[in-house]
């Protein structure tokens, strides 16, 4: 169906559920006094370097709200997904299911490994990896092998499928899981955006063998930079915690490694930050749902196009909103999209578009990928709208 784009109602709404600025921004972080106090406690300690109390800390408030068996803190994001790939088996030559659809550093964790992409097509509803069209895929170009399935025209196996949470929208789990199973290939979250999102009533990041959160600068809580690994796996986690402490062992002076390890661990500092954002996520998420729900009601009336609602049986943290533009059947151009983001742009709302489609970028643009006409539409599409948790409080 494809309405003509009301933009001046688009941006008249926009207006109205937006304060009164000269720029709004797409995601500030918010900090106030715990976060100062937390920041020079932790710098008059001298502890301000690896692991330390407010490490251990931090790993506990993410393992209670999460729920979570495991957790382990790391420098970043990216560098959680690298080590979750290593743990479920990714190795050289090897290659990863993941939506076209995501940022890069998806892909980056999965060259870490010396594995490569093989991009796979996203859905509509949660914007995020479509099982049914993985399964179909699959039927396709796998063929078995005493060490897994591999993909017929590369010979390579395929080690792990790994779903994102596409702006905070929790992915199909039941379905993933289920194909995970059927498949025998492991299961990895790629969290990093959706720290408060839960599929029917568990927390993202509890499905897959191992997952990853981030707490970049733009996340819903920020360490400055940095990111966990979750696990429901004891053996993992013990894996994951000393692999990523320069695989040491032994006690006091001894520099004895057991293996290539990394410097991985996050920094006290860091996790004192963290400690006191964690405490605010509740109110982030909150206020975030709020600002969701006040865009969808705002923008119901405005032609030529839908606000990104959560799935059925989700709750999203909406860590960034959405709006899908309509679209004239048969289009492949960017333009209506290009014309709302500079129109806004031009009036200090900071909207954005969604990622370039991993395969076309150049380093990944040999990968094999599956048929990706839903991840091409939506990345045609989709417009970030203003989304700091300040803009949702009454
Ligand atoms: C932010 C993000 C990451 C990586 O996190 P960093 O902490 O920036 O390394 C990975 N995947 C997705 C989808 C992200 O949005």
């Known amino acids: 169906m494809h309405t003509p784009l009301d933009i001046p109602a688009l941006i008249a709404t926009l207006r109205r559920v937006l304060p009164e600025r000269e720029r709004i921004a797409l995601h500030e972080p918010e900090f106030g006094l715990a976060e100062r106090q937390a920041l020079l406690e932790c710098l008059d300690s001298g502890y301000v370097s690896t692991v330390g109390k407010h490490v251990e800390r931090f790993e506990g408030e993410l393992a209670a709200y999460t729920g979570a068996s495991h957790v382990v803190a790391v420098v970043n994001g990216t560098a959680a997904l690298h080590i979750a790939l290593k743990l479920v088996g990714v190795e050289q030559g090897d290659e990863v299911l993941m939506p076209a659809l995501s940022f890069v550093a998806t892909a980056n964790a999965a060259s870490y490994c010396g594995a490569r992409p093989h991009f796979v097509d996203s859905e509509f509803t949660s914007l995020g990896m479509d099982a049914a ?99 429901e796996d004891a053996k993992l986690a013990e894996r994951a915690r000393h692999i990523t402490t320069t695989a040491r062992v032994g006690r006091g002076w001894t520099f004895q490694h057991d293996e290539v390890g990394y410097n991985y661990r996050m920094p006290n500092l ?80 900071m909207t954005r578009p969604a990622w370039n489609l991993l395969h076309t970028l150049p380093m ?27 803009l949702g409080r009454v």
């Open 364 to 390: 990944y643009a040999d990968c094999p990928r599956a048929a990706l006409p839903v991840a091409e539409a939506l990345a045609r599409r989709l417009i970030n709208l203003p989304s700091s948790p300040h």
């Open 133 to 231: 069209a993985l399964d179909e895929h699959l039927r396709h170009i796998a063929v078995a092998s005493k060490e897994g399935w591999r993909n017929r025209e590369t010979g390579a196996r395929l080690a792990a499928i790994v779903p994102m949470h596409t702006f905070g929208h929790p992915v199909d789990l039941d379905a993933l899981v289920a194909l995970s199973e059927r498949w025998h290939i492991p299961l990895v979250e790629d969290a990093a955006e959706s720290l408060g999102s839960f599929y029917k009533g568990r927390h993202t990041g509890r499905a897959g063998r191992i997952s990853a959160l981030s707490f970049n600068g733009n996340k819903i809580i920020t360490t400055g930079g940095g990111g966990a690994i979750l696990t």
């Open 270 to 349: 860091n996790a004192a930050l963290g400690c006191a954002q964690v405490m605010r996520l509740p109110a982030f998420v909150a206020e975030k749902r709020t600002l969701a729900a006040r865009y969808r009601e705002a923008l119901r009336d405005v032609a030529g196009l839908k606000f990104v609602a959560e799935p059925a049986d989700t709750q999203s943290n909406y860590w960034l909103c959405a709006v899908l533009l309509d679209e004239a059947r048969g289009n492949t151009s960017c333009d209506l999209r290009d014309t709302v983001l500079q129109a806004t742009n031009e009036l200090g709302i």
